[in-house]
């Protein structure tokens, strides 16, 4: 569920979400729920507003990320943090990574080809001279001893890193800046742009640290595996990647990379090999699709339409993101007491002019994992892949469930 004003709220400047929750959702959730709410869970924990949003609320939050980078910056904004320790820990750090004259040969070996100049082919991602400085503030991080204040400073610097880049990203991948040969980065600005946003945080989290709640569970790992192993909770409120056939973990490739969450090809694949099954962008093993009337038709139709569409594994990726959900529900079941509502949000795809209806399917997997549909309503209309030549119609959807 896309939000217009998600991104300009405290904490979530630390790093541009387009596709954050809107916090209205889950005070809605909390609000609406017929048990108390205490605990929330969300196994798609993106930026962290349903999270940091659940502490504000008096409600003790739990999520899940794959991401690392992701889950880091989750678990620093839902941190109490002791202020007076931060700034000491900024003004060290800074005048750490000012005096450094490392050359961070061992970190540039790790990173691939094309991100520091001079690339591939006169392309790159990175100036040397503004790797140099990002790397250095890396490892000036690196060297803190308060591992907390270190994964915060670790993510505010991941908030700038495609600043700091020859690239834009947005929710759909990365793609050079116009004229970005001409229009060199200034390695002096990574210092200064760190220094500010970081004080800009700090001054944020004095601001409100007092919250009804400072407690939260923040897991890294695969939703599909770790989602069951929560503690019960009150309530779910997710959104699960589409299946719209794009890797979302391309969109942080930078940090992830930048900042040594990856540090060889098998650890990207790997974790490409732990997200959701909503794309075909690395080669997996797809779980048969579970069977309900509209999904059988869309498989079906998606069969008949093979030639058409633009990769053969089209299919199986559809029925193995379904059989992904009908886990997440069952898992979802497991842990909310009879009563208690999962709140989902899912968006509809299309393949060679087959829709891919998710809320309906969604609705008839509910039963299959002891759930009783309460309603199903629309959030907007979406745009459909390139592929399907970008026309409007694709609706994304909230479906509120309830545990039977």
Request: with cysteine; proline share 6%.
């Amino acid at each position: 569920m896309a939000s217009t004003n998600a991104s300009d709220l405290p904490f979530q400047r630390w790093h541009r979400f387009k596709e954050a929750f809107d916090p209205e959702l889950i005070a809605r959730a909390v609000r609406e729920s017929p048990r108390p709410v205490r605990s929330l869970a969300d196994p798609f924990g993106g930026s962290g507003t349903s999270a940091l949003t659940a502490q504000f609320l008096g409600v003790t939050p739990s999520t899940i990320e794959v991401n690392p980078f992701l889950a880091d910056l989750i678990q620093a904004k839902v941190t109490a943090y002791h202020v007076p320790a931060l700034i000491s820990a900024l003004t060290h750090v800074c005048d750490v990574a000012r005096r450094s004259r490392s050359r961070a040969g061992t970190m540039i070996d790790a990173l691939p080809a094309t991100f520091i100049e001079p690339g591939v082919k006169g392309r790159w991602l990175f100036d040397h001279e503004v790797a140099l400085e990002v790397l250095r503030l890396r490892s000036a991080i690196a060297q803190l001893e308060d591992a907390s204040i270190a994964r915060l400073f670790r993510v505010i610097l991941g908030g700038l890193i495609t600043s700091f880049s020859n690239a834009t990203v947005s929710g759909k991948g990365r793609r050079y800046r116009a004229n970005w040969e001409n229009r060199p980065v200034d390695p002096r600005i990574v210092l200064a742009a760190f220094s500010d946003a970081a004080a800009n945080a700090i001054g944020e989290i004095d601001m409100f640290a007092d919250r009804p709640i400072r407690e939260a569970t923040v897991l890294c790992g695969d939703s599909r595996a770790v989602f069951e192993t929560l503690d019960p909770v009150d309530l779910i409120v997710c959104s699960p990647p589409y299946p719209n056939s794009f890797d979302y973990t391309d969109v942080y490739n930078l940090e992830l990379w930048m900042l040594g969450y990856l540090g060889s090809a098998q650890d990207n694949r790997a974790l490409r090999q732990s997200t959701l099954t909503s794309h075909v962008q690395v080669s997996r093993d797809f779980a048969t699709a579970p069977s309900t009337p509209t999904l059988n038709r869309t498989m079906k139709a998606l069969h008949r339409s093979a030639s058409q569409l633009w990769d053969h594994r089209l299919p199986a990726m559809v029925g193995g993101y379904f059989a992904d959900l009908l886990t997440l529900l069952r898992a979802s079941a497991r842990i909310l007491p009879q009563g208690g509502q999962a709140w989902f949000v899912v968006g509809d795809s299309q393949y060679a002019q087959v829709h891919v209806q998710v809320a309906r399917i969604l609705e008839e997997l509910a039963p299959l994992a002891d759930f009783g549909v309460e309603y199903t309503t629309p959030f907007r209309s979406m745009r459909v892949s390139p592929q399907q030549s970008g026309r409007p119609g694709l609706s994304e959807d909230l479906v509120v469930m309830t545990r039977r």
